[in-house]
């Protein structure tokens, strides 16, 4: 199976059926880092469809081990977002809330092993954990308040924009998969500017806060 099919068959279903881009470098640095208390909670689409939930939590304290070496000293900033879809399949991940100019983005990205673990020892496959890569997606968020709005990146549309604008950042395709190589200034600076473009983020997720 290649990249992109086994992104369809993952996190599409958690994103809005959406195949998200995904990057080798963080979109965060320390200085960009926020924190809103308002996006702690769980939250659900108001919708006529099967329900995805985003559960929003402080990161637990100390520094998990696949945790990037930039984040470990910067866990009380940073959230534990489970994503469960309406089958019960799961993401847990961490997040990262990154303001830049006056736009909001999240930094989603895997501490844990895909069956679960957090540290390679404890893996059946133990050799096999140098094969994977932590990888970073970004995520719009455009209202935060009594709803929840985020618009996902797809690859489709960014390779409309790529096609037009060949330059815009660099990038590779692997697998028919666009993946972002940009460092995280250059990332920065490309988020930036096509924040509001929807051929870079062409779909929005609304959610409302859950109240147990």
């Not at 993401?91 to 100019?101: E, Y």
């Not at 020892?121 to 719009?140: G, W």
């Not at 985020?150 to 666009?178: C, S």
């Amino acid at each position: 199976m290649n990249l992109k099919k086994l992104v369809s068959y993952g996190l599409a279903v958690l994103m809005a059926g959406c195949v998200p881009i995904v990057s080798l470098h963080p979109l965060f640095t320390k200085d960009t880092i926020v924190f809103e208390e308002k996006l702690l909670g769980t939250w659900a689409e108001q919708a006529e469809k099967p329900e995805v939930t985003w559960e929003f939590a402080r990161l637990e304290a100390g520094a998990p081990e696949r945790l990037p070496a930039e984040l470990r000293d910067q866990t009380e900033k940073c959230y534990r977002v489970n994503v469960t879809d309406d089958k019960g399949r799961k993401a847990s991940l961490v997040a990262c809330l990154v303001k830049l100019q006056d736009k909001l983005f999240l930094d989603l990205l895997p501490d844990k092993f895909p069956a679960g673990e957090q540290d390679a020892e404890q893996m059946k496959l133990q050799y096999n954990a140098f094969f994977f890569l932590r990888i970073h997606t970004v995520v719009r968020v455009s209202s935060l308040g009594e709803q929840l709005k985020i618009r996902l990146t797809d690859d489709d549309g960014f390779k409309k924009l790529i096609e037009a604008e060949p330059k815009a950042v660099p990038h590779d395709v692997i697998d028919d998969h666009a993946v972002l190589t940009a460092s995280t200034a250059e990332l920065q600076t490309f988020m930036a500017k096509y924040a509001d473009d929807e051929r870079l983020f062409p779909n929005e997720l609304v959610l409302a806060r859950k109240v147990k």
